[in-house]
């Protein structure tokens, strides 16, 4: 039997997960008898937590957010200075309560409380790939970040650094486009050079890079239609310079899942991705803020116990 902690983050959803917490809590009590929770009061708070309830021996954390939730707690999985995982046999699970849910979205978790409770308790633990960011030039002053779903640098970095500003209780399911369509009007594509694991050097003006372990992000855009968690390989969506009515007009095809049909879209597979730009260009991930190119993308094989 599972010993269950569950992590809540009451200010996801613009602040309901805190005000319906009751319901959610009598849900998970359906399914578990038995389990701690805590809840969150800073951002990255819930890695620190999942990091000390992995030690004390907790095998079953379950999330109560979105998919920012979700990726803090699994960066607690690993060791923040090695990166070695805490416990290979624990795994995560998450309560859908979030404005940002694409990843659960894409892994088919039932927005019910009881039902996803259900899946928890029921379902298998599913390996799937972690992606991992590393920043600089310097080894020494490398620093390493973590992520689930999907990274991305230029247009859609600086797009999570415009609404950054907005409070998470303001922030709704279409901010992220409104943000888009603010962004764009001033945002240039980058030189951006590329060398991928398989020897592969390609060299451009991209108007975004993504980085993808999973297939949707930005509030339901289908950036990867082909991406899978546990297959091994990212894959690496490129998209070429593009007039602003030109982007306007092709967003539906972000919508629909049909981006890769699109001259101007490159997708390949890859394990290890590194990228530099002569410009400034920042990187997101998960939709948060990252650091800036150079980095280097690298993929780690089924390192995360996934309830689903």
């Not at 983050?9 to 578990?32: D, V």
């Not at 390493?144 to 970095?157: E, K, P, S």
């Not at 070429?240 to 390949?268: C, D, F, Q, T």
Request: glycine share 10%; proline share 3%.
């Amino acid at each position: 039997m599972n010993k269950v902690h569950v992590i809540v983050n009451p200010f996801s959803a613009r602040g309901r997960t805190g005000r319906r917490w009751e319901t959610i809590k009598e849900a998970i009590r359906s399914h578990f008898r038995e389990f701690k929770y805590i809840f969150t009061e800073r951002p990255r708070q819930a890695t620190e937590i999942a990091r000390e309830l992995l030690r004390d021996g907790f095998d079953l954390l379950i999330g109560v957010g979105g998919d920012g939730t979700l990726n803090e707690i699994s960066c607690g999985f690993f060791n923040a200075q090695s990166g070695a995982a805490i416990n290979r046999d624990a795994a995560v699970g998450i309560i859908p309560s979030g404005t940002g849910s694409d990843f659960i979205r894409f892994m088919k978790i039932p927005r019910e409380f009881e039902k996803s409770a259900a899946l928890i308790k029921n379902s298998k633990n599913r390996k799937i790939d972690i992606g991992r960011i590393r920043y600089g030039r310097d080894a020494v002053m490398m620093k390493t970040q973590y992520f689930i779903n999907v990274a991305d640098f230029g247009l859609g970095a600086e797009v999570i650094r415009n609404i950054s500003s907005i409070q998470s209780t303001r922030r709704g399911a279409f901010t992220y486009y409104r943000g888009l369509l603010a962004t764009m009007m001033k945002f240039r594509s980058k030189k951006v050079h590329l060398t991928l694991d398989d020897g592969r050097s390609l060299q451009g003006d991209y108007l975004i890079g993504a980085v993808a372990n999973g297939r949707i992000f930005g509030g339901g855009m289908v950036i990867a239609p082909g991406a899978e968690p546990d297959d091994g390989y990212f894959d690496l969506v490129l998209v070429e310079s593009m007039k602003k009515l030109e982007i306007v007009a092709n967003s539906r095809l972000l919508y629909s899942g049909k981006i890769a049909s699109h001259p101007k879209v490159h997708i390949l597979k890859a394990r290890s991705i590194q990228v530099d730009s002569p410009d400034e260009v920042h990187i997101e991930y998960d939709g948060e803020m990252g650091d800036r190119l150079p980095a280097e993308f690298s993929i780690v094989d089924k390192a995360l116990n996934f309830r689903v």
